[in-house]
C-alpha cells in the first residue's frame, strides 16, 4: 500500500476513534443526567411507587363499597323463582301429572325507625376516616423519603470530608518525607505520617460502604424495587430550612390538618350514631311485598295470582339483645374519645419536640460553622510553622482531624435541621414544602 493511502486511513482511524469517544462521553453524560435525582424526583417517586400508598388506597375502596352495601340494604328488591314437577310415573310419561310455576317478588322496607339512614351515616364517617388514613399514609411516605434523601446526603458529604481528609493527611506525609531527606526532619516524622494516612484510607472505606447502605434504604424509601447508584443532584446541598415561630399557631394548624387526628374525630363521630343506631336495635319495621304467581298443570287448569301486603314486625322480648347492643356501643364511644384525646396530646408533643429540634440544630449549625473557619486558619497555620522547622507534626494530624470533626458536625448539624423539618412537617399533617401541592 502506497504510504499517502496508509496516512489517510491512519487519519480516518483517528477521527473515527474521536467520533466514538465523543459519542460515548455524551452516552454516559446523558445516561448520568438520567439517573441523577433531586429531592423533588425522589418524593414524587415514593407517592407513585410506595406500597403503603397502594393498601392505603385499597382500604378506602373497601370502606367504600361497605358503605354501598349498606344504601343496597334499604333499596328495592325484586326475586324470581319458577320451577318443572312431574310426580307421574317415570317409566311412561304423562302429560297429566306434568306442571309448571313462577313468581315474581317485589319487596321495599319502608320504616325502620331511621336505622338505616343512621347506617349510612356511620359508614359515611368511616369512609371518611379511611380517606384521612390514606393521606396520612401519603405524608409519612414522603417525609420517610425526605430523611432517606438527607441521610443520603449527609454520608456524600461525610465521605467528602474523609477524602478531603486524607488528602490533607498525603500531602503532609510528601512533606514530611521532603524534610526527612533533606534532614530536617526525624524519620518518625514519616512513620507517623505513614500510620495517620492508612488511618485516613480506613476511614475512607468505610464511608463509601456507608454510601451504599444508604443508598439501598433510598430506594426502600421510594417503594422502587430496582436498585443502584444514586446520583444526587447537583444543586443538592444540606441548606438550612426555614425555622418555624409562634408555637399557639402551629398547634391550632396542626389540630385542623393533621391527617390521623381528622380521622380520630371521623371516628367518635361514627361511635356516637352507633348509640344512636343501637337504642333502634328492637325498633319495629315496616316492609311492603308486590308479588305475582303463575302456576299451569297439563290437562287441568292454570291460574294466575297477584298479591299486596305489608308486614309488621314488632319485637316484644329481645332477651335483652338492645341493652347489650347500647352497652357495647357507649363502650366503643368511650375508647374512640379516649383515643383522640389521647391523639391530641401526641400531635402537641410531635410538633413543639420537632419545632424545638429544628431551633436547636439551626443555632448548632450556624455555631460550628464558624468552628469550621477557625479550624481550616488552624491547619493552614500548623502547616506553615512545621515547613519552616517550629512546628510539631502532632500539630498538622490534629488540625487536620480538627478540621474534619468540624465540618462533621456543621453537617451534622445542618442534616438534624432538615430532619427536624421533616418532622415539624410530618408533625403537622402536611407534605414536605418541596412537594406541596402534589
Not at 334499604?74 to 318443572?84: C, K, S, W
Not at 305475582?292 to 329481645?318: C, H, K, M, T, W
Request: aromatic letters at 6%; glycine letters at 6%.
Amino acid at each position: 500500500m502506497p504510504s499517502n493511502s496508509i496516512a489517510r486511513a491512519a487519519r480516518l482511524s483517528v477521527v473515527l476513534l474521536a467520533l466514538f469517544l465523543c459519542a460515548g462521553a455524551c452516552f454516559a453524560e446523558k445516561k448520568e443526567e438520567s439517573d441523577t435525582l433531586s429531592l423533588e424526583e425522589c418524593l414524587t417517586l415514593a407517592l407513585e411507587n410506595h406500597p403503603s400508598l397502594r393498601g392505603a388506597k385499597g382500604a378506602t375502596r373497601a370502606a367504600e363499597a361497605a358503605l354501598e352495601q349498606v344504601r343496597v340494604n334499604n333499596r328495592l328488591t325484586v326475586t324470581a323463582t319458577g320451577g318443572v314437577n312431574y310426580d307421574g310415573d317415570y317409566e311412561e310419561w304423562d302429560d297429566r301429572y306434568h306442571s309448571e310455576n313462577a313468581r315474581i317478588t317485589a319487596s321495599k322496607l319502608l320504616y325502620d325507625t331511621g336505622r338505616n339512614r343512621i347506617q349510612k351515616e356511620m359508614q359515611a364517617e368511616t369512609v371518611k376516616g379511611t380517606r384521612e388514613s390514606e393521606r396520612k399514609t401519603r405524608v409519612s411516605v414522603a417525609a420517610d423519603a425526605k430523611r432517606a434523601y438527607y441521610a443520603l446526603v449527609l454520608k456524600i458529604l461525610n465521605r467528602d470530608v474523609e477524602r478531603e481528609k486524607l488528602n490533607n493527611l498525603e500531602e503532609h506525609l510528601k512533606t514530611a518525607r521532603g524534610l526527612y531527606e533533606v534532614g530536617n526532619s526525624p524519620f518518625i516524622d514519616v512513620t507517623k505520617a505513614e500510620a495517620d494516612v492508612a488511618s485516613a484510607r480506613t476511614s475512607m472505606l468505610k464511608a463509601e460502604n456507608d454510601i451504599q447502605i444508604f443508598q439501598e434504604a433510598l430506594w426502600v424509601a421510594m417503594g422502587v424495587e430496582e436498585s443502584g447508584p444514586v446520583v444526587l443532584a447537583l444543586s443538592t446541598r444540606l441548606l438550612l430550612p426555614r425555622v418555624e415561630t409562634g408555637m399557639e399557631g402551629l398547634l391550632n394548624t396542626a389540630l385542623k390538618d393533621r391527617p390521623d387526628y381528622r380521622q380520630s374525630l371521623h371516628t367518635v363521630r361514627a361511635r356516637e350514631l352507633g348509640i344512636a343506631n343501637a337504642a333502634r336495635t328492637s325498633s319495629p319495621t315496616i316492609t311492603g311485598q308486590l308479588s305475582s304467581s303463575f302456576s299451569n298443570r297439563e290437562g287441568s287448569s292454570s291460574s294466575e295470582n297477584y298479591a299486596v301486603g305489608l308486614s309488621l314486625n314488632i319485637p316484644i322480648v329481645d332477651g335483652g339483645a338492645k341493652a347489650a347492643a347500647l352497652e357495647s356501643a357507649r363502650a366503643q364511644w368511650d375508647q374512640a374519645a379516649a383515643e383522640r384525646d389521647k391523639l391530641r396530646q401526641q400531635v402537641a408533643y410531635g410538633v413543639r419536640s420537632a419545632a424545638l429540634s429544628l431551633s436547636n440544630a439551626a443555632e448548632r449549625a450556624r455555631s460550628s460553622e464558624t468552628s469550621v473557619r477557625y479550624a481550616e486558619e488552624n491547619l493552614e497555620l500548623a502547616r506553615g510553622r512545621y515547613e519552616v522547622g517550629v512546628g510539631d507534626p502532632l500539630e498538622i494530624s490534629d488540625a487536620v482531624i480538627s478540621l474534619a470533626n468540624a465540618r462533621f458536625t456543621y453537617y451534622q448539624a445542618l442534616y438534624d435541621a432538615q430532619i427536624a423539618r421533616a418532622d415539624l412537617d410530618e408533625a403537622m399533617g402536611h407534605l414536605p414544602p418541596e412537594i406541596e401541592g402534589k
